[in-house]
Structures are given as C-alpha cells and as structure tokens.
C-alpha cells in the first residue's frame, strides 16, 4: 500500500480524528509512530505563550522536536497549531510573526480560538474582521480553522458578510474552516449536531471522547450530509498516571479503534489486521 495514501473502507467523509492537547508528557516519536499507521489522525498542539510547558501547553523544545518528526515523515503527519491568549490577539491585531513560523514547524492548518475562556480579549472582534481576513489572505499556504459560537459570531458572521473576503453571500475562501464547538472548548458535549452548510467546510467538537466515540460519529456523519468533516477532542484524552496530568495516547487509541473495528471508516494497518478486531 503506498503510504501516501490513507486506508478507507467505505470512502468516509470523515477528512480527520482530532486529538488536541499533545504536549511534553509524551515522546514526539509516540505521535509520529501513530500517525504513519494511522494517517487520518491530525495532532493539535496549543499555543498560549503564559501557559508555555504545562500540561496540554507544549513547550517550545518539545515542538522543536515534534518538528523534526514531521519533516521525516514524509508530508503524511498532520498536524493543527491551536492559538490561544495572546497568539489569538496577535492574530486579530494583524500581526503574523508567530504564525508564519508554523509552516516551518509542519503544521497545516490553524485554529484561531477567539473565546474570553482562552485568555483572549474578544471586546472588539466585529471591529477587527477585516484585519483578520487581510491576515488570511496573506497565508493561503494554511488552513484556518474559526471556532463557531455564540461568543465568536461577530468575527464568523463578520467574514462571511465580507465581499472582498469569500465574495459575500456566506460564503468563505476554500483555505477557511470551521470548527462547531458550542463548548468553546471546555468539553461538553453537544445536545444536537448541526448539519454541514454548502458554503464552508466544518468540524465537530464539545465532549467527544472514547466513551461516545460511536454515537458521535454516527450523528456527525449524519449530519455532514455527505461532506467532508472532522472532529476534535481534548479534555476526554486527558489522564492523571504516576501523579502528573498527561495527554493519553491509550485514550487515543480507543478512539482509532472505535474509528476502525467498530465504525470501519477507516482501516488499521496490515499488520494489525489479524489481531486488532
């Protein structure tokens, strides 16, 4: 099987598994071997610089290293930089320092968490749209990704309302997402999953995790509608061993595993076929 190419059972919508929150309590080397068995699999790390090196704050050497397992891999790890407190504020001032590292660094997409919650200051996101859209527009090498809520809609709605953005009418430039997460990140699970508009890609989070991995993605796929969609998690994958809090790679496997011998969206790698039912 080329390795480029990501095994799939029933030509699934479901463009990647989400895991956030990976920091220094794992080997970088522990995702890379997972990602090149599983290649759906998309590890997010998040950027905060005042929560730099606790737990799901990576530190700066632990992404350095991380780094250097994407480049070995060959372009088929994926990898999400999620910007919190002051690298959102960055973002919605227009400054793009940071973020134009993170090509370098391997990551593909960006999520930009405009939420009180993630330590940024939304006292004026409907003011800062077009900066915002001038910034992206500036970096068509990434995807970004917008949380979707209540608390972020004057920068989503500001954008899709923009003419010189997506070209008005709803609508959004193709390296623009978003990201469902009525929680705004603190992982309670969604009562409903909305459907996938035509105009935009979209992503599902808020409370997914091992223990519903199941009915989730059967109500997300759903509602997809057939598009292509993702999902993201990131308490859920937490665990306290020897006493430190830690981003656990079992609880991430439980998850692939549901993803693959239950669901069959995807399939495990070859060698694992014989012993992973």
Known sequence: MDKMTIPNN????????GFCGADDSV?????????????????????????????RYASKEWVD????????SGGTMKLAAHLCGSRVNEVLKGDDTFLST???????????NATAVNGVDVSN????????????????????????NDETKPLWQGLLKLDTFGGGGGLLPPHVSMLVDESKGTGVLASSWPKAPEEYPIGYAGGIGPANIVSVLEGVLQASQG????????????STKNGQDVFDLD????????TCSVLKL????????????
Request: some cysteine; hydrophobic content about 40%.
């Open 10 to 17: 029933n030509d699934t919508n479901l463009r990647a598994l």
């Open 27 to 55: 080997h970088p080397h522990m995702l890379g071997i997972i990602a090149h068995a599983y290649p759906f699999v998309e590890f997010g790390v998040l950027f905060r610089p005042d929560k730099e090196g606790e737990p």
């Open 65 to 72: 290293k991380l780094s250097s397992v994407v480049a070995s």
């Open 102 to 112: 993170l090509p370098k660094l391997g990551f593909q997409r960006v999520q930009i």
């Open 125 to 148: 996101l409907a003011g800062q749209v077009s900066t915002v859209a001038d910034l992206m527009t500036c970096h068509p090498e990434l995807e970004f990704i917008l949380q979707k």
């Open 227 to 238: 598009k292509d969609i993702w999902i993201d998690m990131e308490s859920s994958l937490r």
């Open 251 to 258: 609880k991430c496997y439980s998850v692939i595993h549901a």
């Open 266 to 277: 995807y399939d495990h790698p070859e060698f694992l076929t014989t012993s992973s039912s």
